[in-house]
């Protein structure tokens, strides 16, 4: 039996050119469910991970405002399969509903996880690299129709960054966004910044996504390396975006607003000291060098407004230095660091590659 959404969808005229059961079995697959009662619930399962990242919010006010009265994307960066757990509760925390919609990886739809995903989360299986224009279509219009009924939270990037630095953004779902025309629709931009990314070392040394991996193959490695592991996230929102003027049959407008948002994404990004650290670090150099590097670092984004988590060489280096050296990324003997994970470490410099003036100023 179909809802009401599949119902709008079928009936829009983009999607009568394609054979009426394959937009059925795609529609099929699309269709979630989030049951907000039982998703609050998921953070006492999760607690194990959970209660490794302390959370932490900017500028929420953004947030409180624009859900009175406008309907809400909210597009984030994306760092961490933690990002969709850790981003929902700190707004669930501050007494707003998250999202009824929020859009993940077809990989992460199998097994248990896929059970709380389809039933409880609502999140929607996107097939990223799928071409078939039914497919595509079936999607944009699947999201345009929710949108006339729900807030939506999506990655503008598609996957996380293997690499660290925030990644272009894909038009795709903008474009889907434009297509619900309503005019109340707003964009709220989000920043999440980790000071340290529990799969850090798998990003890190497979540095682009080369194929889908299964994600139980993913979260056997992400409990490894989440012995010892613990984190502050930043979640940053910016002020909203109207786009009920721009136009969807536009590629002008499309690109502009997909290169807006993320701009405003890369300005809120928080700057915190393992950033600092990594992207001032030498294979091997004294506190007293690395410090006036830093400090030139801290200028330099200062003098860029940046969203600077740390304002003085000293404090970066106490708060990034044990961490980073606990996680097997550097060692600290006599006076001295020394990089052990260069490609760990050049994760983390590039994280904020994309606010500095010349790109790959480390290693």
Do not use: C, W
């Not at 394609?18 to 609050?40: I, M, N």
């Not at 947030?63 to 669930?92: C, F, G, W």
């Not at 002020?239 to 290169?259: C, F, K, W």
Request: charged share 30%; no cysteine.
């Amino acid at each position: 039996m179909l809802d009401d959404i599949s119902e709008a969808v079928l009936a829009r005229q983009e999607i009568l050119k394609y054979p009426r059961e394959q937009v059925y079995a795609y529609l099929d697959e699309l269709r979630t469910t989030q049951r907000h009662k039982f998703y609050r619930a998921l953070q006492h399962p999760l607690y194990p991970i959970l209660r490794k990242i302390e959370r932490k919010h900017e500028n929420l006010y953004h947030v409180a405002a624009a859900v009175r009265s406008q309907r809400i994307v909210y597009a984030s960066n994306h760092k961490s399969h933690t990002d969709y757990l850790v981003e929902p509760l700190v707004l669930d925390d501050n007494g707003i509903r998250p999202p009824d919609r929020d859009r993940a990886g077809i990989n992460l739809f199998g097994g248990p996880l896929g059970l709380l995903h389809r039933h409880v989360t609502g999140a929607i299986p996107i097939r990223r690299n799928m071409k078939d224009p039914a497919y595509l279509t079936t999607l944009k219009a699947y999201v345009a129709e929710i949108l006339k009924k729900h807030d939506l939270f999506f990655y503008p990037e598609g996957g996380r960054s293997y690499s660290g630095e925030l990644k272009p953004a894909k038009t795709g779902l903008f474009n889907a966004a434009l297509s619900a025309e309503r005019p109340d629709l707003v964009i709220i931009p989000v920043a999440i910044a980790y000071d340290l990314v529990l799969e850090d070392h798998i990003l890190a040394h497979q540095q682009v996504k080369r194929r889908q991996r299964p994600f139980t193959r993913e979260l056997a490695e992400m409990v490894r390396y989440a012995v010892g592991y613990r984190s502050r996230a930043f979640v940053t929102f910016g002020a909203p975006i109207a786009v009920g003027d721009r136009d969807v049959h536009s590629r002008s407008d499309v690109l502009e607003l997909t290169r807006l948002v993320r701009a405003r994404i890369g300005a809120l990004y928080k700057v915190l000291p393992t950033a600092l650290f990594a992207a001032a670090m030498r294979p091997s150099i004294t506190r007293r060098d690395l410090e006036a590097r830093i400090d030139a670092l801290i200028d330099e984004l200062a003098a860029r407004r940046a969203n600077l988590g740390a304002t003085s060489a000293r404090q970066v280096i106490d708060e990034a230095a044990e961490p980073l050296e606990t996680r097997g990324v550097i060692v600290a003997e006599r006076g001295r660091f020394r990089v052990r994970e260069r490609t760990v470490l050049r994760y983390y410099a590039k994280t904020i590659e994309h606010l500095l003036a010349t790109p790959g100023r480390t290693h």
